[in-house]
């Protein structure tokens, strides 16, 4: 079904609410702009499929009550960015919802699997892949792209099913809940822009006091490429911020002897940059930011990663699951280096399958050694 007016989308979700299950996906561009431009909204109930056109429909609103609805659960793939829209277009979060990328990663399949080979793996069917990359903003839309976008959730709800029961039969339904909350938490979505500066491309080359100055204008470009609603880097990229904030440039002369800045800022802008930079740079060290990088205190925990990667590579292996869904690299280095809040693999079933070992190992209770060419965990 297509739906391009707002009575047969306000019907649809009446309809919708009598559903076990709603299958959501997003097909959206963003080369130019700062936020995701939706250009359709597919949905899947346990007996339709609508394709929604946001061009012509008057307010997505209307969906609100059905993504709230606690009877109805939201099904995504992947559905990181398919969330952040839906909030911003329909002003909430679905709840509750079911990922089955994060779930297939429980379920033997490989870290962040797509959604076409997953529906090999749990349907046996292979989707078409000629309209992957087409201009979804494009009207009107060919049947080849009605069909792909309408297999984007088409296989969802079977999926579902499947692997619902899996996970139930392994006992690992419940190790999912934190995942997908964490999801639903509108906290993850919002905009910090004081922080943006810590993602920078060669950030690690400044020292604190650049740091400083970095923040002020990565956090400045935050809100411009909102206001201008344009991608950040076509205000100024992560390459012109670090070699300005390395020359602490103090003035619009030398902000503009980094290549192709004069290109791209007026002189207004360049003025409340340098401004912004000096500012930062002549505060007192304790308003200077710290590196995320390791500092030279830090001890080198290369021998315990050794370890510690090893023992969560068996744990893994024997239960299943892949390895960075298991413990990423840095949540390890974290723990090695006597960090114990704020680490994933230190929270609810990571925790329960090897991160009370990983601690254990660090405290030297347990052991490592090889039987026969097979890792053997002993007590100490």
Same mark, same amino acid.
């Given at each position: 079904?297509?739906?391009?007016?707002?009575?047969?989308?306000?019907?649809?979700?009446?309809?919708?609410?009598?559903?076990?299950?709603?299958?959501?996906?997003?097909?959206?561009?963003?080369?130019?702009?700062?936020?995701?431009?939706?250009?359709?909204?597919?949905?899947?109930?346990?007996?339709?499929?609508?394709?929604?056109?946001?061009?012509?429909?008057?307010?997505?609103?209307?969906?609100?009550?059905?993504?709230?609805?606690?009877?109805?659960?939201?099904?995504?793939?992947?559905?990181?960015?398919?969330?952040?829209?839906?909030?911003?277009?329909?002003?909430?979060?679905?709840?509750?919802?079911?990922?089955?990328?994060?779930?297939?990663?429980?379920?033997?399949?490989?870290?962040?699997?797509?959604?076409?080979?997953?529906?090999?793996?749990?349907?046996?069917?292979?989707?078409?892949?000629?309209?992957?990359?087409?201009?979804?903003?494009?009207?009107?839309?060919?049947?080849?792209?009605?069909?792909?976008?309408?297999?984007?959730?088409?296989?969802?709800?079977?999926?579902?099913?499947?692997?619902?029961?899996?996970?139930?039969?392994?006992?690992?339904?419940?190790?999912?809940?934190?995942?997908?909350?964490?999801?639903?938490?509108?906290?993850?979505?919002?905009?910090?822009?004081?922080?943006?500066?810590?993602?920078?491309?060669?950030?690690?080359?400044?020292?604190?006091?650049?740091?400083?100055? !970095? #923040?002020?204008?990565?956090?400045? %470009? /935050?809100?411009?490429?909102?206001? +201008?609603?344009?991608? @950040?880097?076509? =205000?100024?990229?992560?390459?012109?911020?670090?070699?300005?904030?390395?020359?602490?440039?103090?003035?619009?002369?030398?902000?503009?002897?980094?290549?192709?800045?004069?290109?791209?800022?007026?002189?207004?802008?360049?003025?409340?940059?340098?401004?912004?930079?000096?500012?930062?740079?002549?505060?007192?060290?304790?308003?200077?930011?710290?590196?995320?990088?390791?500092?030279?205190?830090?001890?080198?925990?290369?021998?315990?990663?050794?370890?510690?990667?090893?023992?969560?590579?068996?744990?893994?292996?024997?239960?299943?699951?892949?390895?960075?869904?298991?413990?990423?690299?840095?949540?390890? !280095? #974290?723990?090695?280096?006597?960090? %114990? /809040?704020?680490?994933?693999?230190? +929270?609810?079933?990571? @925790?329960?399958? =090897?991160?009370?070992?990983?601690?254990?190992?660090?405290?030297?209770?347990?052991?490592?050694?090889?039987?026969?060419?097979?890792?053997?965990?002993?007590?100490?």
């Amino acid at each position: 079904m297509y739906i391009a007016n707002q009575e047969d989308l306000e019907a649809f979700a009446n309809r919708a609410m009598r559903s076990s299950v709603l299958a959501i996906d997003t097909e959206f561009l963003r080369e130019k702009t700062y936020y995701a431009k939706l250009c359709l909204l597919q949905l899947a109930t346990d007996d339709e499929t609508a394709i929604v056109d946001p061009f012509e429909v008057d307010d997505l609103r209307v969906l609100a009550p059905l993504l709230e609805n606690e009877s109805v659960v939201k099904l995504f793939h992947a559905g990181g960015q398919d969330l952040e829209i839906l909030l911003r277009e329909v002003g909430t979060l679905p709840r509750p919802l079911f990922d089955t990328q994060v779930a297939a990663a429980l379920l033997g399949h490989t870290q962040q699997i797509g959604y076409a080979a997953l529906v090999h793996a749990e349907c046996g069917v292979t989707l078409k892949k000629i309209d992957s990359f087409t201009d979804w903003s494009r009207r009107p839309l060919s049947e080849s792209q009605l069909e792909y976008a309408a297999d984007d959730v088409a296989y969802l709800p079977r999926m579902y099913e499947r692997m619902r029961a899996q996970l139930v039969e392994l006992g690992r339904l419940a190790w999912l809940d934190r995942d997908f909350e964490d999801l639903a938490d509108p906290k993850r979505y919002a905009t910090n822009e004081r922080e943006r500066y810590r993602r920078l491309k060669r950030v690690s080359q400044l020292s604190r006091r650049q740091l400083a100055a !970095a #923040r002020e204008v990565a956090a400045w %470009r /935050e809100l411009e490429a909102q206001r +201008r609603d344009v991608p @950040r880097k076509w =205000v100024v990229t992560d390459e012109q911020i670090v070699e300005a904030c390395k020359r602490e440039a103090r003035t619009i002369d030398e902000l503009f002897m980094v290549r192709g800045m004069s290109d791209r800022l007026s002189t207004k802008d360049a003025r409340c940059v340098v401004a912004l930079m000096s500012s930062a740079l002549d505060a007192p060290p304790d308003a200077w930011p710290e590196p995320d990088r390791c500092g030279k205190n830090e001890p080198n925990v290369d021998a315990e990663l050794d370890l510690m990667c090893a023992l969560v590579r068996l744990r893994a292996k024997q239960n299943g699951v892949a390895f960075p869904t298991l413990a990423s690299h840095d949540d390890l !280095a #974290r723990v090695a280096r006597g960090y %114990r /809040e704020g680490v994933d693999v230190l +929270r609810g079933w990571r @925790r329960s399958l =090897v991160g009370e070992e990983l601690l254990r190992l660090l405290e030297g209770k347990i052991a490592l050694s090889l039987s026969n060419g097979e890792i053997k965990v002993t007590e100490v």
